[in-house]
């Protein structure tokens, strides 16, 4: 099966339009989490699929809310211009609307500890990338490397609360400077959620998780490092 290329028009119509077919739950979710084959005009690809209904409930969530900070997840990445998050869209399923995210073909026995060696100047953005979404749920296995080299990013419906709940493996660049070009990153990102991606997460995201998200942007840019661990317990359970 010839995934289409990421970014291209073909992956977004797929995922928006194409015809989706169950073929099982992923194994080691806790969400109900299905890989789905899509088909659109002879094309097909896989993705995840991730229906509202499916998501269990949390304590310290909004019940029903993980799907959408999915989506937010990705469009944060694309306006950082990191491609951290594969293309991850809100649609309706043969299980209700949900989550639909392209799948990212890996190798299962990869993962952040074994790629960090090689792949510090990328996995210093998914860093900051988690503290902008406060992201609490890092683990190492979220870290997949594609056929191309590129690392992607998976699983971020915990994201985005106004409490402070980064949890997360990658600790390895505390006290470091931000490297200019990310901070630039950074910089630019703050204009876009000024204007669309502004508006693109009001209705994903409340008021103040919107605010939220714009406090850690500001924190960040004028501490100019990599926080230190900001909870007592800053690692996700399990690790990997
Ligand atoms: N986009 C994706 N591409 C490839 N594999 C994925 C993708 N999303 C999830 N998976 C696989 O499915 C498993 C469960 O997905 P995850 O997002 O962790 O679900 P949950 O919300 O239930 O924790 C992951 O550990 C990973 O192996
Ligand atoms: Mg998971």
Redesign the pocket.
Same mark, same amino acid.
């Given at each position: 099966m010839i995934q289409p290329e990421p970014g291209s028009t073909e992956e977004r119509a797929l995922l928006e339009s194409g015809e989706i077919e169950m073929l099982g739950r992923?194994?080691?979710?806790?969400?109900? /989490?299905f %890989?789905v084959k899509l088909e659109r005009d002879g094309v097909e690809s %896989?993705? !995840?699929y #991730?229906p509202r209904k499916g998501? $269990?409930p949390l304590w310290d969530f909004p019940r029903g809310t %993980?799907c959408e900070r999915?989506v937010a997840a990705h469009r944060v990445s694309e306006a950082l211009g990191w491609s951290i998050v594969?293309l /991850?869209i809100l649609r309706d399923g043969p299980a209700g609307v949900g989550m639909l995210? $392209?799948? !990212?073909? *890996?190798d299962?026995e990869e993962h952040f500890f074994t790629l960090r060696e090689n792949f510090g100047d990328t996995f210093r953005r998914f860093a900051l990338f988690d503290v902008v979404i406060n992201n609490a749920?890092r #683990?190492s =296995? *979220?870290c %997949?490397r594609d056929r191309q080299d590129h690392i992607?990013g998976?699983?971020h =419906?915990v994201s985005f609360h106004c409490a402070v709940k980064l949890r997360t493996v990658i600790w390895d660049y505390e006290g470091e400077a931000i490297p200019p070009t990310d901070l630039d990153a950074l910089q630019e990102f703050g204009v876009r959620l000024d204007a669309e991606l502004g508006r693109e997460l009001t209705v994903l995201l409340s008021a103040a998780e919107r605010q939220a998200v714009e406090d850690r942007l500001a924190w960040l840019l004028s501490e100019r490092v990599f926080p230190q661990p900001l909870t007592e317990y800053p690692y996700p359970w399990p690790m990997v």
């Open positions: 992923m194994p080691w979710s806790s969400n109900a /989490t %890989l %896989l993705a !995840v #991730k998501e $269990r %993980l999915e594969p /991850t995210q $392209r799948f !990212v073909d *890996h299962p749920d #683990k =296995g *979220h %997949l992607w998976i699983d =419906g």
